[in-house]
């Protein structure tokens, strides 16, 4: 069974995630859904607001930079930051896909955050999004892709010969 290739492991995986499917599925997804009804409601959404504003404006005042952390604060707050990470999978995800699996999927997506363009950029896509879709009726899409057109960046990236080795770049 350990050839990737053999009839009888092929079979035997396909029994199991259908058996999967069927038992773990539906608990799998209303967790989900549930998750993001509580996170999305609207008293979250506010005080998801109320956070951003304190932070940023603290006693109505904009926030000084904080200062840069030394080094041994801030692998202490990796370990914890991977710990937390780790604490927060469930155990029927632990069960489906493997301990293992999970782990490293896990350590994947932490690693992933570590960028701090790309971070960027990620809350600017999200903002965008955000913006697209709640003000849905002031054309905002239209307006951010004339933005992006006058972008150096941008037009870098088309300029560039398109590779057959990157087709999810090639769509964006």
Known sequence: ?????????????SLLQQLIRATYGDTINRKIVDH?????SPDQVADYVKHFRDSFWPNG???ETAARRDRSIRMRTRVAGKTKLLEIMP???KHII????????????FEMFQHT????????????GFLETLFSQCKFRELFIK????????RR??????SSHAPALQKR
């Open 98 to 109: 493997g301990a293992e699996t999970t782990r490293k999927g896990i350590l994947r997506v």
């Open 1 to 13: 069974l350990k050839e990737r290739n053999q009839w009888l492991r092929r079979q035997i995986t």
């Open 147 to 154: 933005l992006h057109s006058r972008s150096e960046r941008t």
């Open 157 to 162: 990236y088309k300029q560039r010969p398109q």
């Open 36 to 40: 993001v009804e509580s996170m999305t």
């Open 91 to 93: 155990d029927e995800l």
């Open 117 to 128: 363009q790309l971070n960027r950029r990620l809350v600017y896509v999200f903002l965008e």
């Open 61 to 63: 005042i904009l926030a």
